[in-house]
């Protein structure tokens, strides 16, 4: 008598990886080039709703310890579920290694850019963070020992940036603002030290499962920010916090950490990190749209001719880091892989 096996397919993360006996997520994987790309759109979606999500929740909340309970909270949820399926701890070594990342990536990039929207509008937080295709990009060659990006991707980048400071030319004048200055340095920063993290991530990646890894990312991150929260002595209390922030803060977690951070993983073990770091052009559009239908921000024809030129900037980029189409025979065999 034979048994039958249930089919499996297989996730990989490093030289680590995880079974998935769904048979819709194994049919899926089959083609792991087109869930990435999958995973860059979600990405670029969500983590531009989260520009508002963050501004919404800055209300009530101080800056650090939103994006510290927010971390904290996602991290440990992820923890957990992947505890309940069974997965085994990655050991010390790999925790250690894993949380230095995570504080780089998330700690030291989204906390700052969280604390920079208590004194700067969501869309000018976008746009800062556009910065980041030029960090990957950067560091790709100096640390990947990748070819130096082709003109067509420089192009790409110098448009797509070109487009989005069009997109907010008349919020410019608020730079004599102390606060909005340091707002913006601030996110700066962020966007240096996720793009330094990412890279680094993907020059040695940790050998662990992609998930359980993420939630380790974002706890050790949390929790380094609610202690530099508490570190500040800022006041604050719980009770003050409206159902706007708490409702911001949940979406947040869910959305913004949970989900999407699986899905930049998972994107940026699969394609060139000049390709997946275009949701950064993505995000700011999201952002605009938002703020004109939720905090009824102007839209203006800078907005507008800002926005065709971004997509311009990301059509060059993707274009030009996308491999060369493969013939026919190829990719059938690519698709029958487990």
Known sequence: MVKNKKSASVLHYGKNTTLCRNPVIAVLMKNEKFLAYCCVAAISFLWGTTFLGIKIGVEDFPGFLLAGIRQ?????????????????????????????????????????????EEHVESGMAAIVCALVPIWISLFSVMLLQQRSPGWKQVAGLLIGFSGIVLVFSDSLGQFANPGYLWGV?????????????????????????????????????????????????????????????????????????????????????????????????????????????????????????GTLVTVGGVYLVSRSSAPKKEPAGNIAAEATQT
Request: charged share 10%; glycine share 12%.
């Open 185 to 305: 340095i601030f996110t700066a920063i962020g966007t240096f030290c996720w793009g330094l993290g990412s890279v680094l991530s993907r020059r040695n990646p940790p050998k662990t499962d992609l998930f359980f890894g993420a939630g380790i990312q974002m706890a050790a991150a949390g929790f380094v920010l609610i202690a530099v929260h508490a570190f500040t002595g800022k006041e604050f209390d719980f009770a003050q916090v409206g159902w706007k922030s708490w409702t911001a803060l949940g979406y947040l977690i869910l959305f913004g950490s949970i989900i999407a951070f699986y899905c930049y993983l998972y994107a940026f073990s699969k394609l060139p990190p000049v390709l997946v770091s275009v949701y950064a052009y993505i995000n700011p559009l999201v952002a605009v749209a938002l703020g004109a239908l939720w905090l009824q921000e102007p839209l203006s024809w800078r907005v507008i001719a």
């Open 72 to 116: 904290a909270a996602a991290g440990l949820i992820v923890i957990l579920v992947c505890v309940a399926r069974g997965v085994k701890w990655p050991g010390w070594k790999t925790t250690l290694k894993l949380s230095g990342l995570g504080i780089l990536i998330i700690g030291m990039g989204n906390g700052p850019v969280t604390w920079a």
